[in-house]
């Protein structure tokens, strides 16, 4: 069974920094496309905040960021661990949300910021930002 097991939130002041991981088990990253970060504040809906996608051969990835984070947020992967990591810096109260991992099978440069095209999900990790 597949599971994604999200950690690293918590409350942060304003301008501050968090580093997110995501663990996978029951596939290895040699199953998935994709692994993103997805996130969702209350009384709003789920955003895409920053996606790696690999090459068909998978030598290598791209790696995609809503323009909200661009420039403050980096996602990575270690193959060996199974773990994608969602390094956040420079933090804002308005990045306040449950922040979720994602990963699809297969899905298209054109859907990467679609979360219905992913098939796994984690549970959810809280971070909170204050001012």
């Known amino acids: 069974q597949v599971q994604l097991i999200e950690s690293g939130g918590g409350l942060v002041q304003a301008g501050g920094s968090l580093r997110l991981s995501c663990a996978a088990s029951?596939?290895?990253?040699?199953?998935?496309?994709?692994m993103g970060w997805f996130r969702q504040a209350p009384g709003k809906e789920r955003e895409f905040v920053a996606s790696i996608l690999w090459n068909g051969w998978r030598t290598t990835y791209t790696a995609y960021y809503a323009d909200s984070v661009k420039g403050r947020f980096t996602i990575s992967i270690d193959n060996a661990k199974n773990t994608v990591y969602l390094q956040m810096n420079s933090l804002k109260v308005e990045d306040t949300a449950v922040y979720y991992c994602a990963a699809a099978t297969s899905i298209s440069k054109t859907n990467i910021q679609k979360g219905s095209d992913y098939d796994y999900w984690g549970q959810g990790t809280q971070v909170t930002v204050s001012s």
């Open positions: 029951g596939r290895t990253f040699n199953n998935y496309y994709a």
